[in-house]
Nanobody
Framework: QVQLVESGGGLVQAGGSLRLSCVAS????????MGWYRQAPGLQRELVAS???????SYADDVRGRFTISRDNAKNTVYLQMNSLKPEDTGVYYC?????????WGQGTQVTVSS
């Protein structure tokens, strides 16, 4: 089992920045693939960015160049730096940890971008 706790969400104006954090309970954090997902009202949850156990990142097309995912294995933490935020980035952001067929989710943190 892995418990995940997200933080860092909030209300920001368009063009602003936020940094999300997700702390994992598992001591073997380094073997996990970590991801950030976003769910806007009325829409399905979608992948925003992910980072492998070897710190190789990948991004959704609409956030590439604006968002940066990183991890600090010593702190069991994954980050999502979000710059140049747009109103369409609004939603609940969830952290996900994956290891082979197992997946664990955090409770989510709300991000609201006003125009």
């Amino acid at each position: 089992q892995v418990q995940l706790v997200e933080s860092g969400g909030g209300l920001v104006q368009a063009g602003g920045s936020l940094r999300l954090s997700c702390v994992a309970s598992r001591s073997t954090f380094g073997i996990l693939t970590m991801g950030w997902y976003r769910q806007a009202p009325g829409l399905q949850r979608e992948l925003v960015a992910s980072i492998s156990s070897t710190s190789s990142p990948s991004y959704a097309d609409d956030v590439r160049g604006r968002f940066t995912i990183s991890r600090d294995n010593a702190k069991n933490t994954v980050y999502l730096q979000m710059n140049s935020l747009k109103p369409e980035d609004t939603g609940v952001y969830y952290c996900k940890a994956s290891y082979y067929a197992s997946a664990f989710w955090g409770q989510g943190t709300q991000v609201t971008v006003s125009s």
